[in-house]
T-cell receptor, first 114, second 117 residues
């Protein structure tokens, strides 16, 4: 089946530190990959996506590269801010499915201190 | 543009009562999803609709749960009777098919936090 595994959390960083949240996946077909972010009290928001191998998704200083050879889609940011504190979800969707079902990882809680 | 709108934002009720959660998807979106989020199980897909028709309800936990979509701009998720273990945050999301559906993100509402006492 399809699955997404994220690094264990929570992650606590100081402002301006470098962030990496690991994400690996297994897929029965060809996946599109997503990172969603959930701020406290809100729903999930799309942060970035990549739809084919070697694509790099980027948004708000966050980046992730679709690595087919290592089945990974790690999220990175060079300098985090307190406002980046949130829960981050890696997810995949398989091409050719009838509705684009999302398979989510368990989520990683990020806390950034001033 | 307005996003996905859910109501109520919070619901506290006693065990055995009927609970109805509401969702208004983004206009023009033809897919609608209901999720449940708990600490123990994370995000679970309960049911999804395409063009107002339920396509897959295999994630609905029990017969106590039911969902409807009477038109393109409204959906409900009903729990009757409710139980304490139903306490969770329930999200509605919508998307549309443009090209390859797997490339399209889902747009989530802010959720309904449900507490069953």
């Amino acid at each position: 089946g399809n699955s997404v595994t994220q690094m264990e959390g929570p992650v606590t960083l100081s402002e301006e530190a470098f962030l990496t949240i690991n994400c690996t996946y297994t897929a029965t077909g060809y996946p599109s990959l997503f990172w969603y972010v959930q701020y406290p009290g809100e729903g999930l928001q799309l942060l970035l996506k990549a739809t084919k191998a070697d694509d790099k998704g980027s948004n708000k200083g966050f980046e992730a590269t679709y690595r087919k050879e290592t089945t990974s889609f790690h999220l990175e940011k060079g300098s985090v801010q307190v406002s980046d504190s949130a829960v981050y979800f890696c997810a995949l969707s398989i091409r050719g499915t009838s509705y684009g079902k999302l398979t989510f990882g368990q989520g990683t809680i990020l806390t950034v201190h001033p | 543009d307005a996003g996905v709108i859910q109501s109520p934002r919070h619901e506290v009720t006693e065990m055995g009562q009927e609970v109805t959660l509401r969702c208004k998807p983004i206009s023009g979106h033809d897919y609608l999803f209901w999720y449940r989020q708990t600490m123990m199980r994370g995000l679970e897909l309960l049911i999804y609709f395409n063009n107002n028709v339920p396509i897959d309800d295999s994630g609905m936990p029990e017969d106590r749960f039911s969902a409807k979509m009477p038109n393109a701009s409204f959906s409900t998720l009903k729990i009757q009777p409710s139980e304490p273990r139903d306490s969770a945050v329930y999200f509605c999301a919508s998307s549309y098919k443009q090209g390859e559906i797997s490339n399209q993100p889902q747009h989530f509402g802010d959720g309904t936090r449900l507490s069953i006492l």
